[in-house]
């Protein structure tokens, strides 16, 4: 009997492992305000999107293989382009439940339902919604999305988290890939 829970404990090493040899640290550099971190499955690609927000923020596309979770954030700072805006928690809960309202009517839940999003190094909040229209015809359409905001330090920002399961596997995935970010000097 001790030997089968000798083995069951390292093969759970083993396995906590190897799924931290699969991932990957990803370095975003802001220049002053400091570098976004994130750690991401090694087989997702990261790229830097223009969305033609005004002042230009960096906004940044993190993809899993055959797309089948995107993650697309856009990045500010305390005091980005002169703006005094410096969110706290229950500010970022008013702005993602105000940005939410476009989705409330084409989703399945037909409510706002703010949730917390606690890192090691982040904080923040998201909302999640079901495409209630989605048809899985259309090619890069997804059924679930979570938007939300979040705060490392002086660095936060918006993301939207488009995947084909509201509560399965891919979201958790993603959203483990968001709880990741971290602020470094």
């Not at 390292?10 to 640290?25: D, H, K, M």
């Not at 220049?31 to 960096?58: F, I």
């Not at 488009?162 to 891919?170: A, E, I, N, R, V």
Request: proline share 6%; with cysteine; charged share 20%.
């Amino acid at each position: 009997m001790r030997q089968l829970l000798l083995v069951l404990i390292l093969l759970g090493a083993f396995s906590r492992a190897q799924g931290a040899e699969n991932q990957v640290t990803n370095a975003i550099p802001l220049g002053k305000p400091g570098t976004l971190e994130l750690l991401a499955p090694r087989d997702w690609s990261l790229q830097r999107t223009n969305l033609n927000l005004p002042d230009n923020p960096m906004t940044m596309e993190l993809h899993s293989p055959g797309n089948t979770t995107v993650i697309r954030f856009t990045i500010y700072w305390d005091g980005f382009k002169g703006n005094l805006l410096q969110p706290s928690d229950t500010k970022m809960d008013s702005i993602v439940s105000n940005n939410a309202i476009q989705y409330v009517d084409s989703s399945i839940e037909k409510k706002i339902a703010v949730e917390p999003l606690k890192g090691p190094a982040m904080t923040g909040s998201f909302v999640r919604f079901t495409d209630a229209e989605w048809t899985p015809v259309v090619k890069n359409q997804y059924r679930a999305l979570a938007t939300g905001m979040f705060r490392c330090g002086n660095i936060w920002g918006t993301f939207d988290l488009l995947t084909g399961d509201k509560d399965g596997p891919l979201f958790k995935q993603a959203l483990d890939v968001v709880k990741s970010f971290r602020r470094e000097p």
